[in-house]
């Protein structure tokens, strides 16, 4: 069964720091684009950041950049977010995302997705 596993979310103080962190269980995504997004009570889940296989290609959204990192671990098929000087705004639930992966056994490309961990930030 293909997995992805996130954790590290939890309570923190804005301007602190938190690494949530995603791995992979089932199959490897070493030569996949990971990617991280968000979502907060009432709104619509959004993009955060995104890596691709080699790590050569690097995108944020403008709300988090300068203060998150995106970075992986292909040998523990591990995808890392590293978030520091945390707002009250970036309190939401954070997904791991592997999209448009090619399933052999499907013959198709399937979007995976994690259950997510919660990011609470207290004024």
């Known amino acids: 069964q293909v997995q992805l596993v996130e954790s590290g979310g939890g309570l923190v103080q804005a301007g602190g720091s938190l690494r949530l962190s995603c791995a992979a269980s089932?199959?490897?995504?070493?030569?996949?684009?990971m990617g991280w997004y968000r979502q907060a009570p009432g709104k619509e889940r959004e993009f955060v950041a995104s890596?691709?296989?080699?790590?050569?290609?690097?995108d944020y959204a403008d709300s988090v950049k300068g203060r998150f990192t995106i970075s992986r671990d292909d040998a523990k098929d591990t995808v890392y977010l590293q978030m520091n000087s945390l707002k009250p705004e970036d309190a939401a639930v954070y997904y791991c995302?592997?999209?448009?992966?090619?399933?052999?056994?499907?013959?198709?490309?399937?979007?995976?997705w994690g259950e997510g961990t919660l990011v609470t930030v207290s004024t």
């Open positions: 089932g199959r490897t995504f070493s030569h996949y684009t």
């Open positions: 890596i691709t296989w080699s790590g050569g290609m690097i």
């Open positions: 995302n592997a999209p448009h992966v090619f399933v052999t056994e499907l013959a198709s490309h399937v979007d995976y």
